[in-house]
Nanobody, 115 residues
Framework: VQLQASGGGLVQAGGSLRLSCAASGNTLSILNMGWYRQAPGKQRELVAAITRAGSTNYADSVKGRFTISRDKAMDTVYLQMNSLKPEETGVYYC??????????WGQGTQVTVSS
């Protein structure tokens, strides 16, 4: 499975961005996909995840502002981010979990929220 993330950029606080993660290869093997954020000097942390069945999971800090969605084939996952905060600046990585194997990671996309 290969993952290609896009949609990052520079936005002012309170603004919105939509990230996309396109999966290719054996996408039928994907169980769930997620978005992680890594801020400078910090560990990578889960932002949101979605299963093939459509169940979602969010970090408490983004609930009500971020929405993760996917197409039916689980080929593309989106992260709609609204009301962005400066502390949400970082590199956003998409992730795919496949049964019986280590997770796959995309290359990351930079999100910068200016105050």
């Amino acid at each position: 499975v290969q993952l290609q993330a896009s949609g990052g950029g520079l936005v002012q606080a309170g603004g919105s961005l939509r990230l996309s993660c396109a999966a290719s290869g054996n996408t039928l093997s994907i169980l769930n996909m997620g978005w992680y954020r890594q801020a400078p000097g910090k560990q990578r942390e889960l932002v949101a995840a979605i299963t093939r069945a459509g169940s979602t999971n969010y970090a408490d800090s983004v609930k009500g502002r971020f929405t993760i969605s996917r197409d039916k084939a689980m080929d593309t996952v989106y992260l709609q981010m609204n009301s962005l905060k400066p502390e949400e600046t970082g590199v956003y990585y998409c992730n795919a979990v496949v049964y019986g194997m280590a997770p796959y990671w995309g290359q990351g996309t930079q999100v910068t929220v200016s105050s």
